[in-house]
């Protein structure tokens, strides 16, 4: 069984930081792929961040500039360090991670983070 555990959600003011962790757990070999996606209310998810081994990274457009993934293989562990919010990046965030051989994926529960004065 695979667990995603997410860290570092949060309330904090308009250009302020927040850095999300996510741990991926379990008996199988390291995910290919980890990454965030977020859902704010009344919208669908949508892609934050990706980290592809060995250090390949995706980013969507709006955070571009602003938020940084990085990964650290040997934990199985991926990083979103966010700077400058905005309140329009309030959502809740989830960490993704893929095995690309096995065709499987997974997603953990989910990190709240509001950007509000």
């Known amino acids: 069984q695979v667990q995603l555990v997410e860290s570092g959600g949060g309330l904090v003011q308009p250009g302020g930081s927040l850095r999300l962790a996510c741990a991926a757990s379990g008996n199988i070999a390291p995910p290919n792929t980890m990454g965030w996606y977020r859902q704010a209310p009344g919208k669908q998810r949508e892609l934050v961040a990706t980290?592809?081994?060995?250090?390949?990274?995706n980013y969507a457009d709006s955070v571009k500039g602003r938020f940084s993934i990085s990964g650290d293989n040997a934990k199985n562990t991926v990083y979103l360090q966010m700077n400058s919010l905005k309140p329009e990046d309030t959502a809740v965030y989830y960490c993704?991670?893929?095995?690309?051989?096995?065709?499987?994926?997974?997603w953990g529960k989910g990190t709240l983070v509001t950007v509000s004065s």
């Open positions: 993704n991670a893929k095995w690309r051989l096995l065709s499987i994926e997974y």
């Open positions: 980290f592809t081994s060995p250090g390949t990274t």
